[in-house]
């Protein structure tokens, strides 16, 4: 309960932030998109969750192998489908001519900046199962679901956009950022919700280099990649 309770509170924030974004520009907002965000959200989560427990763990170990191969599943399969399309979404290992003289550097800043934090604060000992996971399944997972296909229908939703730093950035990219974060800094147990401003600062802010990566490139490759390294280098070193 505590988990649906969580979810309806995301979505709520979701549809009235989106909404009021929208309404500010009605010419270029589709509500229709912004619902369909929200119901992927939903399905995401009711996945990840193995629907909020009563799916029974075929796989077992530790960590999620479940949950995640069941969202990784859904999110290839509504990405396949002609509203969406692979490459559209980002599920292509074809490079944006150029975009690598650009994106390589920041590839580059962005993985010193996750090693200076794994020295700073290492991870301790993990075992196998542990640094396996952490090196497929969160950049596997994630990145097609909030850079791929959430992000393209977030775009759809909000069509005004500008250009900074060689990117035609939307309303959607923002708030794709803002779900990554909630995703791991919101939630309810206890009777109330909670919120980590610390988590949230730490998953969203890294989030907008995703996206800029790619919107830069056109394909997921480089987020999926980067952030498995961010995941498991304080498990490694």
């Known amino acids: 309960m505590n988990g649906l309770i969580g979810l309806a509170g995301v979505l709520t924030l979701l ?5 009021v974004i929208g309404l500010a520009d009605r010419a270029r907002f589709a509500p229709r998109w912004l619902l369909l965000a929200a119901l ?5 989560d009711a996945l990840l969750t193995r629907g909020y427990g009563v799916m029974h763990d075929l796989i077992g170990g530790e960590w999620n192998w ?11 399969a509504i990405a396949a ?34 090693l200076a934090l794994a020295v700073a604060f290492p991870g301790g000992p993990a075992n196998t199962e542990t640094v396996a996971f952490q090196l497929t399944m969160p950049g596997l997972e994630e990145e097609p679901f909030y850079r791929g296909i959430l992000l393209f229908a977030l775009d759809r939703a909000f069509a005004g956009r500008w250009r ?11 708030l794709s950022c803002l779900l990554f974060g909630l995703a791991h800094a ?28 790619r ?16 995941n498991a280098i304080s498990l490694i070193v």
């Open 40 to 44: 992927l959200v939903a399905v995401n």
């Open 215 to 230: 919107l830069r490139t056109g394909s997921l490759v480089l987020p999926v990649l980067l952030h498995n390294f961010g």
């Open 164 to 174: 900074f730093l060689g990117v035609e950035w939307g309303r959607g990219a923002v």
């Open 15 to 19: 549809v009235v932030v989106g909404g």
């Open 186 to 213: 919101f939630g309810y147990a206890h009777g109330a919700f909670s919120f980590d401003p610390l988590t949230m600062a730490l998953t969203a802010l890294p989030s907008l280099v995703a996206v800029w990566l």
């Open 81 to 114: 489908l002609p509203w969406f399309g692979w490459s559209r979404v980002g599920l292509t290992l074809a490079q944006a001519p150029g975009s690598l003289r650009a994106t390589i550097p920041v590839a580059a800043l962005y993985c010193a900046f996750f």
């Open 66 to 76: 479940q949950g995640k191969l069941l969202a990784l599943i859904a999110t290839l």
